[in-house]
């Protein structure tokens, strides 16, 4: 096992006066919320060089119970949203409004609720669970009534939304595991007997859908796939055993196949390290994190400045962010890719996790489940356009397809929004420009396009990252724009007006 130094550097927000119990980062990266007490603390983690952090806001609850649970919304739309929970009740807050912050307020569970899981397909949809052997989801626009609820024999101490397909959620039941489709709530997808003793987290893949992490007191952190023919799998297909020493987090690495993993802090004292593994190397960890001085309580990972970063919670009365070199991160499975290297795709190429949600989702109907869509279907490249037809004299009417009619300024004014995740937030055809964004799951991409002055004659539109408003890391914005270049140069060279195909591509 390796040491920390030269392969990873820390650095650490202190905040000596409040004694959190648990943490959650936004998705931007930028902020985190400390649950202290009865309160939530709302703090920035930008710095370089860490420091004592201090409350950009406080949210104060009204009732005297403690916060046991909070997490941000994953979606950029909403990324202000925040939700928390304290004995049976779950409460919303948006932290950027003036006077009254808490949105909604209201019973989630009949007992305790124990977690709390934003979808990663929907904005306004949480799931809630506790002992009472019943867990909910909810649309915060309308909390009169859960909008789907699931039941067990026993009651769920953990509940997580798939990052990758929006109808499936995973729960865990003392050693048990439960895999559901939200489509179908009567009956659970999957059991599966996960481990011998009590499960304490539970954590599904960032880009594999089928892939879910688990680990237990019983000293094991197990790696089951879960496919539509086997949902109820017997062995996982991997596993890591620490002696016998319980575990209390398992996070998998959003950018390969590694995990980092805190021991249970209340049986480990004097264990306060972070450990990194490689799921297919058992028998000694990637790397031990050391810096705090007490045990670790909770574990987060970040996107921030095209890098994957580890955050974690300490009882010292800190948050400690790692930064991974690149030796870790590809012995955590992250594969190294060449930026020069052209990629002969089409333009189905996931350049970024797909959030996959069936149009049934929504309704909550019971209908089959939808075939698997691994890869974004294609939109269809237009028809090559009729040539202009030859003008007989100069009173001779124009073809509606010559490109002297069709300005840049028409052409913006033509664009239309098709999909719905595309938007076209800025155009000045007098400079020869435009800014779309798309927005995918909880990713964002906005590009500002500059279109030469013979466009699109044998001449592509290039294309600029906007970094504070794209949350895909730069490998992946290299291959997009390779991507997108590559189908503008091929219209424009049959003399087609690429602006809107080239755009339409970046929403897949």
């Keep these: 096992m390796a040491d920390t130094v030269g392969y990873s550097d820390s650095v650490s927000f202190t905040f000596p006066d409040w004694q959190a119990l648990t943490f959650a980062v936004d998705c931007t990266g930028k902020r985190a919320v400390l649950a202290v007490q009865k309160w939530l603390a709302v703090v920035n983690i930008e710095s370089e060089q860490g420091g004592e952090c201090k409350a950009l806001r406080k949210l104060a609850k009204l009732n005297k119970y403690e916060i046991k649970a909070a997490q941000w919304c994953p979606h950029v739309k909403q990324l202000n949203y925040l939700a928390s929970t304290s004995q049976e009740k779950l409460e919303v807050w948006d932290i950027e409004a003036e006077r009254s912050p808490l949105l909604c307020s209201f019973k989630a569970q009949i007992r305790p609720v124990t977690d709390i899981s934003w979808s990663c397909a929907e904005p306004d949809l949480l799931a809630t669970c506790a002992v009472d052997t019943l867990f909910n989801v909810w649309d915060i626009r309308d909390t009169k009534r859960a909008k789907a609820s699931f039941r067990s024999t026993a009651g769920a101490s953990l509940v997580q939304w798939n990052r990758v397909n929006g109808s499936l959620l995973a729960s865990a039941h003392d050693s048990e595991l439960r895999i559901w489709d939200l489509r179908k709530p009567s009956t659970a997808l999957g059991y599966i007997t996960a481990h011998t003793s009590r499960i304490h987290d539970i954590d599904w893949s960032f880009r594999d859908e089928n892939v ?161 869509l691994a890869t974004p279907t294609p939109t269809p490249s237009p028809s090559p356009p009729p040539p202009p037809v030859p003008m007989a004299s100069p009173a001779a009417p124009h073809h509606q397809y010559s490109p002297k009619l069709l300005t840049l300024m028409q052409e913006f004014t033509l664009f239309k929004s098709d999909p719905p995740n595309l938007e076209l937030e800025r155009t000045d055809a007098s400079q020869r420009s435009c800014t779309v964004k798309v927005q995918q799951g909880v990713h964002l991409v906005r590009l500002s396009i500059s279109f030469p002055s013979h466009y699109p004659y044998g001449a592509a539109p290039s294309f600029n990252f906007d970094r504070n408003g794209t949350t895909i890391d730069v490998t992946s914005q290299q291959e997009l724009n390779q991507v997108v270049a590559c189908a503008c140069m091929h219209s424009s060279s049959a003399h087609l007006f690429s602006y809107s195909m080239c755009v339409v591509c970046c929403s897949f």
């Excluded at 045990?295 to 009882?315: G, I, N």
């Design 212 to 372: 879910l992490t688990s680990c237990s007191h019983d000293s094991t952190i197990k790696f089951w796939e879960i496919g539509s023919e086997n949902p109820s799998p017997r062995e996982p297909v991997a596993a890591i055993k620490i002696g016998a020493q319980p575990i209390w987090r398992a996070r998998n690495y959003p950018a390969g196949n590694g995990v980092a993993m805190v021991f249970v802090p209340a049986l480990h004292a004097g264990e306060n390290r972070v450990l990194l593994w490689g799921r297919h190397n058992s028998s000694s960890p990637v790397v031990a994190l050391s810096g705090h001085t007490e045990p670790v309580l909770e574990l987060a990972w970040r996107r921030f400045r095209e890098e994957w970063q580890l955050v974690s919670l300490s009882r010292d009365h800190s948050l400690r962010v790692w930064r991974l070199n690149e030796q870790i991160a590809q012995q955590l499975g992250q594969a190294t890719v060449d930026p020069s290297a052209a990629r002969e795709e089409s333009l189905t190429s996931t350049l970024v996790p797909i959030i996959r949600v069936p149009e049934e989702e929504t309704s909550f109907n019971n209908g089959p489940p939808p075939r698997h």
